[in-house]
């Protein structure tokens, strides 16, 4: 095991050696990747062909004597790519620190300091294992690492912002996992964002791909604003911004008409808000007052208790099956009542089907929305896939002070045989290539029978199934850690003798509060990827 390997430092490393096995323990039940070493692993999102990997505290510095190693993997058949977004390991050997990608044919690293690696690396497997392991050091960001397969040659990273690009039309592919990165956005899907922003991050802002999915973008190049107003939306909040010189939107499938609603007849609630005020006049918080585009007060739940044992709802019909591909809710919207709704999950129906709750696709529970975070302030949320019913409930979860909420949704009337025609004809304001559009939203009903597939552990089987599972997870990994001790890592082993050198090393590096990124090349030229095959990146 890498964390005890320094040999100066015995006493640090047996500590973080039975940290590490705590840690396991620890975190084992809760279903965190219990089977891969991995204290020193940060942010990991996977999905199906696509993921993003850190290092520990990225983008702040890396700990001591630390390991993370994890498989990744795209389907059988297909090839691995992995993009480097970011590498700043503090060693100039390589000894103790590094970055390392081992496939069944290949090996590639050990990378660190300064030494110039390969933006990309096309590999001729469908998996590989990366492998960073860290000694003693002062600073250095450590990794961030993409990959999907190659069916998406146009990756990029979480770090690419728009101003990278010269061109005014693109398509590229964000991987899964970019939401939770560093990295500020300044906009709004409306009015654009500002050229600095995160590429990816600013899609999942704008609810063109999930978080947990990744996807395909299509972006435009337009002239700057003066101003970029931010707002909170899927989880993500943007930003204001100053004057730029460029923005950038992204080309929708179009299904992003409000959907309007009709305050009596359309919207039910599970109860309502009555009092009377002091010169006696009822005043009543009824649903019919919950929608987003009314002034006044919003739609408020009766009981104002935390612990609701009836569960609060919010009813729309919308009068015939629609495709709903957003909510925006708002609070109160008055300064002497400040209530509102901070999360929330959406159920559906038919005219004759039972309720059904809205699930993501990767997790098999109920998804569950960030919603406001003051009672003025609308936010946005986007289904990925796409509700189609005619009946939604919003169902408060969790609410400041008492339940209340004004609401919008977003989507687009469902046509015989074609749909995707006429969303394309409502978005005349988005010029630009309609290649790929669709793809997020291609998907039919949400709903049970959509396949789970994914990794994730389920945190739902008994826990005593759930023990033993953690057993054996445990068992399987240290059979196969001993199982690969033979060769893999070779060339870093030989080089661990050098130890000692790496201490002495008077580095001189500070690492600044605040995290920038410096890309040479900035201006990267789009068309020229930095492909290095197997053949080549081998030796
Ligand atoms: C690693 O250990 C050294 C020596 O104990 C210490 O100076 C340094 O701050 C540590 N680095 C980190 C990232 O904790
Ligand atoms: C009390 O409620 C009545 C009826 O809703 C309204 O007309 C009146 O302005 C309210 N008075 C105050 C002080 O808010
Ligand atoms: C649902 O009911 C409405 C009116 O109650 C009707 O117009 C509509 O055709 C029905 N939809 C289906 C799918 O049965
Ligand atoms: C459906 O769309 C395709 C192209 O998007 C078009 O060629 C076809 O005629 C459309 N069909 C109908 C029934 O509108
Ligand atoms: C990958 O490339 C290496 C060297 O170029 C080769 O030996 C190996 O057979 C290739 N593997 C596959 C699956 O094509």
């Keep these: 095991m890498g964390a005890g390997a320094c040999g100066g430092r015995p006493l640090a490393g047996a500590a973080s050696y039975g940290l590490l096995a705590l840690l396991l323990v620890v975190s084992a039940p809760l279903g965190l990747q219990a089977a891969e070493p991995g204290d020193g692993c940060g942010h990991f999102v996977t999905y199906q062909d696509s993921g993003t990997m850190t290092s520990k505290n990225y983008p702040g510095t890396y ?3 630390t390991v993370c190693e994890k498989t990744i993997s795209v389907p059988k058949g297909k090839r691995l790519i992995l993009r480097l977004g970011d590498l700043d390991i503090e060693s100039q050997t390589c000894a103790s620190d590094y970055l390392l990608f081992t496939s069944s044919s290949h090996q590639y690293g050990p ?20 492998r960073f392991e860290s000694g003693s050091h002062i600073s250095g960001r450590g990794f961030l690492l993409t990959y999907a397969s190659s069916d998406h040659p146009d990756l990029i990273t979480c770090l690419e912002r728009a101003n990278h690009y010269m061109k005014t039309e693109y398509s590229k592919f964000c991987p899964a996992g970019c939401r939770d990165i560093a990295g500020d956005i300044s906009g709004n899907v409306v009015d654009g964002y500002r050229d600095t922003s995160l590429l990816c991050k600013a899609a999942i802002h704008a609810g063109i791909i999930a978080d947990e999915l990744g996807g395909q973008i299509s972006v435009h190049q337009r002239k700057g604003l003066s101003r970029y107003e931010g707002i909170l939306a899927n989880g993500v909040l943007s930003r204001d911004g100053s ?83 957003g909510i925006r809710t708002a609070g109160s919207t008055q300064s002497n009542f400040n209530f509102y709704v901070k999360s929330f999950v959406m159920s559906f129906k038919n005219n004759n089907s039972k309720w059904r709750t809205y699930k993501g696709i990767v997790n098999n529970g109920e998804k569950v929305f960030q919603g406001n975070s003051n009672f003025r302030d609308p936010v946005r949320n986007n289904f990925i896939p796409p509700i189609v019913a005619r009946y939604v409930r919003v169902v408060p979860q969790t609410w400041h002070q008492r339940i209340a909420l004004k ?38 009903i949400p709903s049970e029978e959509i396949p789970k597939g994914i990794n994730v552990t389920t945190v739902a089987l008994p826990l005593a199934l759930l023990a033993l599972l953690v057993a054996g997870m445990g068992l399987f990994a240290a059979l196969r850690k001993r199982k690969k001790k033979g060769s893999p890592y070779g060339s870093a082993k030989a080089q661990k003798t050098d130890c000692w050198k790496q201490i002495k090393y008077p580095f001189a590096r500070h690492q600044s509060a605040e995290f920038t990124i410096s890309y040479d090349n900035e201006k990267e030229m789009t068309q020229k990827l930095d492909l290095i095959t197997s053949d080549m990146a081998g030796s």
């Excluded at 660190?112 to 590989?128: A, D, H, I, R």
């Excluded at 599970?270 to 002034?295: F, Y």
């Excluded at 046509?415 to 669709?438: C, F, H, L, P, Y």
Aim: charged letters at 25%; proline letters at 3%.
């Design 111 to 130: 990378y660190c300091g300064s030494m110039t690696v390969p933006k990309e690396l096309l590999l001729n497997t469908s998996e590989v294992t990366v």
């Design 407 to 444: 609401v919008e949704l977003i989507g687009c009337q469902i046509t015989q045989g074609n749909d995707s025609m006429v969303w394309r004809k409502t978005s005349s304001d988005t010029v630009g290539s309609t290649k790929g559009e669709d793809e997020t939203i291609s998907e039919g």
């Design 243 to 325: 004057l730029s010189d460029k923005r950038f939107l992204f080309t929708s499938n179009g299904c992003t008409r409000s959907l309007s609603l009709e305050p009596d007849r359309q919207i039910r609630a599970s109860s309502s808000w009555q009092w009377v005020n002091e010169t006696g006049g009822q005043v009543h918080w009824s649903p019919g007052q919950a929608r987003l585009q009314d002034q006044g007060p919003s739609w408020a739940s009766a009981d104002s208790s935390k612990n609701h044992k009836q569960r609060e709802w919010l009813e729309i019909d919308l009068g015939e099956k629609k495709k709903i591909t």
């Design 63 to 65: 700990p001591n004597h």
